[in-house]
């Protein structure tokens, strides 16, 4: 199982890669430091610091030219579009140039230098020595490989905000159409009952408010609490209830719901208005509705059956379904189940969707008990909602 970063090594891992100087100096101190080493220790060139000091800054010299130009002239071709065959060649071209400027920078520098330096390392004298151009190319493949790690891993974080950018903005979009649906049904609702002159006419207007004041505080946050949608929920039946009165048999069943439990907003009401709009709404007589509400095993499940006609005016789910299932695949994919059952008198939906910090926050042990315990309240709405 793979562990975070540090926080700590997070900052200091950042603070490296946004300061190209930093990026570059400690890249260019890891690397004397082990040629360095390579003269005082690891082949034994020569005993003195002085020597093998001076002969260090020498090559990371030209070790530096070699790399600078391998990836500012030549990857740059890589990443272009149709640049494979100007990238091989480029690679082709500095391979060459590279070993001329290595074989003449010891001939005519490094070999002269150390001219007297007495060295069992007979290579120190030699200036076409094979062995010798292995460490400036090590130097430039190690170099090349970083610099095209940075730019893989750039371009991964780039992608990925572009994800998260089209996802809000898909998201927003769906949103904007559900707010403006179920804002139009309730004003519908809210009309009819004035024009009636009812006394519930006030009610209504506090139902209103709080389904209002759900859309502008909390519609907008990642998650919102099993409560405040099932609050949500509570307001607009008791306006559905009163718009249809005593021919809509409206039954609301909640069972223990958990504290913590939490799910993305605006997800059931759409479900609960398309019962409505394509259930009671399009039934002439008697028509009923009834929604079940039920956390457990660490999923919460609702499910909304209501009658139909036979042969429904209009057979389409309508956009609140289509928007809820585009929904619960950008915001629960492959971790949700959404299952449509149409009768021939009646028409189910079911959505399920997983409480991960309830079910952790309960041990085995306890949720068993809560099981056993668990009181169970069903609420019939066949008369205005008392809620």
């Known amino acids: 199982m793979t562990q975070a970063i540090p926080p700590r090594l997070a900052r200091a891992l950042q603070l490296i890669d946004e300061r190209w100087w930093l990026r570059h100096g400690l890249f260019w101190l890891a690397s004397g430091s082990f040629m360095l080493w390579l003269y005082l220790y690891g082949l034994h060139i020569t005993p003195e610091w002085r020597v093998g000091l001076v002969n260090t800054v020498l090559h990371q010299a ?3 030219l070699l790399t600078y130009a391998l990836l500012y002239g030549v990857l740059p071709a890589l990443w272009q579009d149709q640049g494979r065959n100007r990238f091989v060649a480029r690679l082709a071209a500095w391979a060459v140039a590279s070993c001329v400027v290595h074989y003449a920078f010891r001939y005519f520098v490094v070999v002269p230098w150390n001219r ?16 010798c151009i292995l460490p400036p190319l090590f130097t430039a493949a190690i170099a090349a490989s970083l610099r095209v790690y940075r730019q893989w891993q750039q371009q991964r974080l780039a992608n ?15 949103k904007a159409q559900i707010h403006p649906h179920f804002l139009f049904n309730t004003l519908n609702n809210l009309y009819a009952l004035t024009l009636r002159q009812s006394d519930e006419a006030p009610d209504v207007v506090r139902r209103l408010a709080g389904l209002l004041r759900f859309v502008v505080e909390q519609s907008h946050t990642p998650l919102v609490s099993l409560r405040a949608e099932l609050n949500l929920l509570r307001n607009y039946l008791a306006l559905e209830q009163l718009r249809y009165g005593p021919r809509l048999q409206l039954g609301l069943e909640v069972g223990e719901l958990p504290a913590s439990g939490r799910i993305a907003p605006l997800l059931l009401l759409p479900l609960v208005e398309n019962a409505f709009k394509h259930g009671s709404a399009e039934q002439v007589g008697h028509c009923r509705i009834h929604i079940r509400l039920a956390a457990a095993a660490g999923w919460f499940t609702c499910r909304i059956t209501n009658t139909k006609n036979a042969e429904p005016a209009d057979s389409r789910a309508g956009i609140g379904l289509h928007n809820v299932r585009q929904r619960l695949a950008l915001l629960y994919p492959q971790r949700h189940r959404l299952t449509v059952e149409a009768g021939e008198h009646t028409f189910c939906v079911e959505v399920a969707l997983p409480l991960q910090p309830a ?3 309960l041990s085995p042990l306890a949720r068993r008990t809560a099981r056993h315990v ?14």
Do not use: D, I, K, W
């Not at 950018?165 to 979009?173: C, G, S």
């Open 359 to 361: 079910a952790r926050r």
């Open 160 to 174: 990925s905000q572009l994800m998260r950018e089209n996802f809000q903005a898909e998201l927003q979009l769906l």
């Open 62 to 64: 030209y070790f530096a």
């Open 116 to 131: 007297g330096v007495s060295s069992e390392y007979q290579e120190l004298h030699n200036a076409f020595t094979v062995c």
């Open 374 to 387: 668990r009181a169970r309240r069903s609420v019939s709405l066949a008369q205005p909602l008392h809620v």
